[in-house]
């Protein structure tokens, strides 16, 4: 059974907006820092954004101004509020949960929601 379930994408022209819901099955939501990822056709996945569970939180470059993450602790969910969204953010969207060290460690992912910008 995935944990980490994704909603909310789906096709929208450049400009519009989507959000994005992850919701996370498991006991131990209030204790991950959670993510998202994204990948789009033939390129690696990378990184959008992490929120910790005091709402702490940290955006890619390419996200900062346009995308605001999320969450509810009460609904074990995060969120991903994507505006002014251009081809270039179209993907599969991936919920991850995890920890910092220096670095971010996604130790759960979901399987991901698909996100197409059209022109």
């Known amino acids: 059974q995935v944990q980490l379930v994704e909603s909310g994408g789906g096709l929208v022209q450049a400009g519009g907006s989507l959000r994005l819901s992850c919701v996370d099955s498991g006991s131990n939501f209030n204790h991950l820092v959670m993510g998202w990822y994204r990948q789009a056709p033939g390129k690696d996945r990378e990184f959008v954004a992490t929120?910790?569970?005091?709402?702490?939180?940290d955006y890619a470059d390419f996200a900062k101004g346009r995308f605001t993450i999320s969450r509810d602790n009460a609904k074990n969910t995060v969120y991903l509020q994507m505006n002014s969204l251009k081809p270039d953010d179209a993907g599969v969207y991936y919920c991850?949960?995890?920890?910092?060290?220096?670095?971010?460690?996604?130790?759960?992912w979901g399987r991901g929601t698909q996100v197409t910008v059209s022109t």
């Open positions: 991850t949960g995890g920890y910092y060290t220096d670095t971010y460690h996604p130790a759960l």
């Open positions: 929120i910790t569970r005091d709402s702490s939180i």
